[in-house]
């Protein structure tokens, strides 16, 4: 070998850059998923039981078919007002920081 390196040398500056990859994957990773609240993992885990008895025969198409459109519709009730709930959280943050910057 011409190089300085020795092989010691050379396997850590390896290790080192697979290291520095598996943070770069694990930093991405958690930012491309969004946060789950209790109410979407129940719904997941609704979903997957509903297909599982599908693939099973346990169901038929047109029933499993009813099944998530209701559990949609029960996922959308929830959504519509979790959304309710954030914007009037935020008009009374907003009316409170109003109320400050004319005392201050």
């Known amino acids: ?5 020795s092989t010691e040398e050379e396997k850590e500056g390896t290790n080192d850059e697979e290291v520095s990859e598996e943070r770069e994957v694990e ?3 958690e930012e491309e998923f969004p946060k789950l ?10 979903n ?3 297909w599982d008895n599908l693939l099973n025969d346990k169901i038929s ?3 499993a078919k009813r ?9 959308e009730k929830r959504d519509s007002r979790r959304k ?3 914007a009037a959280s935020k008009k009374v943050k907003k009316t ?3 109320e400050k910057s004319v005392e201050g």
């Open 1 to 5: 070998m011409v190089s300085g390196m």
């Open 27 to 29: 930093e991405t990773s």
């Open 37 to 46: 609240s209790i109410q979407d993992i129940e719904l997941l885990m609704k």
């Open 48 to 50: 997957t039981e509903i």
């Open 61 to 63: 198409v047109d029933e």
């Open 67 to 75: 099944l998530f459109e209701d559990n949609y519709r029960d996922y």
């Open 84 to 86: 309710a709930k954030k």
């Open 96 to 98: 409170k920081k109003k």
